[in-house]
């Protein structure tokens, strides 16, 4: 079979920065729709995985200052890519949410000079400040510490030529909720409305927007069930045979994140819209 039999010419080439839990099996599924894909790893072993997995490999470690040779890295992973997913998430990488934006300056600057097309950032419904009510995606504003950080990032790439996606909590496999929560006494919040998303939805979606290419928007990610935190949280410790949390008496809602409009324009159906029946996929 020919190149070009394998990888039709009407797909762009993606990057995929970031292949780790949710970037890896989002850069299989692109190879698998017919994608070119190259993508990075911090971790050395990894790059024989991702070359099995038929994904060009690169070993970048990002930071406010690359080295010179995380540098070259950067350019020859952008070489001739037109799509670049950026799937950084703050704190890990950047050490505190402050750093954020800084440790996303040099990309934003090496996707300029490398003529990229489109970049996709992955980011966080974090952006929104806890309140007790629906957010929609005009709702971001950067009153807060803990915020301002998240929508500073978001600035470097938003533009009629690039997409941001602001993803709730994620759930998956190797990543069950019931751990988080489980056992601790007297935690707050019991009645606020959780915001999640498994991961199956989130590959899809963000292969929708490049598959549909839906430039120019910023965009809530979440399933559409938003259970009371103690309701879903003894539900999912209880699941995994662990003592569920007990919660304080004060009832305080939380933000809803609302995300309406990303199902208005891919379309796409939800696989996990209950998150408590969500569990049994994690």
Not at 140 to 149: D, F, G, K, N
Not at 163 to 187: W, Y
Not at 239 to 267: A, M, N, V, W
Request: proline residues 7%; glycine residues 8%.
């Amino acid at each position: 079979m020919t190149e070009d039999a394998t990888f039709p010419t009407s797909k762009p080439t993606v990057a995929v920065l970031g292949c780790g839990w949710l970037g890896l099996p989002l850069a299989r599924t692109l190879v698998d729709a017919g994608y070119r894909v190259h993508g990075t790893t911090t971790t050395p072993g990894q790059l024989l995985n991702l070359r099995d997995a038929g994904i060009r490999p690169f070993l970048l470690r990002l930071a406010p200052e690359l080295t010179a040779t995380d540098a070259d890295t950067l350019q020859a992973l952008l070489q001739g890519v037109d799509v670049l997913v950026l799937n950084v998430p703050p704190t890990r990488a950047a050490g505190s949410a402050a750093a954020y934006p800084a440790l996303l300056e040099p990309v934003a600057e090496a996707a300029a000079l490398a003529g990229i097309q489109h970049v996709l950032l992955v980011s966080s419904t974090g952006v929104y400040a806890d309140e007790p009510r629906v957010m929609r995606e005009a709702d971001a504003q950067a009153a807060a510490t803990a915020t301002a950080p998240l929508l500073q990032a978001e600035a470097l790439f938003q533009s009629p030529q690039h997409t941001v996606v602001r993803l709730a909590g994620l759930m998956g496999p190797g990543r069950s909720p019931g751990r988080f929560l489980a056992g601790r006494a007297g935690v707050p919040h019991g009645e606020a409305p959780v915001n999640l998303i498994h991961l199956q939805d989130c590959i899809s979606l963000l292969s929708c927007i490049i598959e549909q290419e839906l430039w120019g928007y910023t965009f809530n990610a979440s399933a559409a069930t938003h259970p009371s935190r103690r309701t879903f949280y003894t539900a999912a410790a209880t699941r995994l045979g662990l003592q569920p949390p007990t919660f304080s008496e004060e009832t305080t809602g939380g933000k809803q994140i609302d995300s309406s409009l990303i199902r208005e324009l891919t379309g796409y159906q939800f696989r996990h819209e209950d998150v408590v029946a969500a569990l049994e996929y994690c």
